[in-house]
């Protein structure tokens, strides 16, 4: 009898604490966003591979695709103490995220030539034939992000608005006069992106948005040329949205476009990866979002 009591009266206590608790927890995700315990290499995969102008410019980051199930290399500096043989990298589309096949790394073999001596690693891709046909069609370009935490990443999927989006083009404008951009500058920019995609899952989608003075000789004087990413957001005071950029640069011979979302460390909030392509050189940077403004995980870049 007096355990039944000491049950009841534990139950009559413990039940609403419970109940307590499952309100209590916070619906949404932190603000703040610890940087993950990770360290990750980007890979793209090119439908041309080493062909064309770009021997040196395929070396980069990168496993490279020759033609569908094609093959390239990732150079031992970039891969040293995070690939190993055999390791497998799930392919993606940029932007979407959406699965696209794999790639598979043999090993060394040989000597390459352009300059990348081995040890290297070889990097098999392959793409079933069903989305090949879709992927010949779409960018031509597969995201890999390989993660010390030996799982998949969750992609989450962006989507691409249109670039003459009156909204999102006041939006930079607004941007734009802050910083004291020129009004010549300003009236000749080209937008290059609009990406939104919900990174921290709040429910609230984030804009993405790259854009950069006229590459037209004689449009804007050098001294007055930009090159930006920024990334408008909600702020979550009173539905008050806000900009923070990502990358600001004065000038024109640099370019900065978003590649993909994918939560390396599946904690909810997705890490981005940027591209860019330069005057002397290429690459892509890991960026994760701290809730109010972005920090660099990693970068790869390769100088031409
Ligand atoms: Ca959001
Ligand atoms: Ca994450």
Redesign the pocket.
């Known amino acids: 009898m007096k355990r039944f009591t000491f049950i009841s009266l534990a139950l009559l206590i413990l039940v609403p604490l419970l109940a307590f608790c499952a309100w209590a927890k916070p619906k949404t995700p932190a603000r703040k966003h610890v940087k ?1 315990k990770v360290t990750a290499l980007i890979c793209s995969y090119r439908e041309r591979g080493f062909s064309g102008s770009g021997v040196e410019t395929e070396s980069s980051m990168v496993v490279i695709g020759g033609l569908v199930a094609g093959k390239g290399w990732i150079s031992s500096e970039q891969a040293k103490g995070l690939l190993h043989k055999g390791d497998k990298l799930p392919l993606h589309v940029p932007i979407t995220g959406a699965p696209l096949g794999t790639v598979v790394l043999t090993g060394s073999e040989g000597a390459l030539g352009y300059g990348i001596n081995p040890p290297y690693f070889v990097a098999h891709a392959t793409i079933p034939s069903r989305k090949r046909d879709t992927y010949r069609k779409a960018d031509k370009e597969g995201l890999a992000v390989w993660s010390q935490l030996g799982h998949a990443p969750r992609w989450v999927t962006g989507k691409v608005l249109n670039v003459n989006s009156k909204y999102y083009r006041k939006v930079i404008t607004n941007w734009l006069r802050t910083r004291e951009t020129s009004d010549l500058a300003v009236k000749y920019m080209v937008v290059e992106q609009i990406i939104q995609a919900d990174i921290n899952r709040d429910g609230r989608m984030e804009a993405f948005l790259s854009f950069h003075s006229s590459f037209e000789t004689n449009r804007v004087p050098r001294d007055q040329a930009f090159s930006c990413l920024i990334m408008q957001y909600n702020s979550g005071t009173r539905g008050k949205t806000k900009t923070v950029a990502i990358a600001d640069e004065n000038s024109d011979l640099v370019m900065f476009l978003i590649g993909g979302f994918c ?9 981005v990866v940027i591209r860019w392509w330069g005057g002397e050189g290429n690459g892509s940077d890991l960026l ?1 979002w701290t809730g109010d403004r972005f920090k660099l995980l990693r970068g790869w870049e390769l100088n031409v």
Do not use: N, V, Y
Request: aromatic letters at 10%; proline letters at 9%.
């Open positions: 993950p939560d390396l460390d599946r904690d909810g909030w997705a890490e994760h």
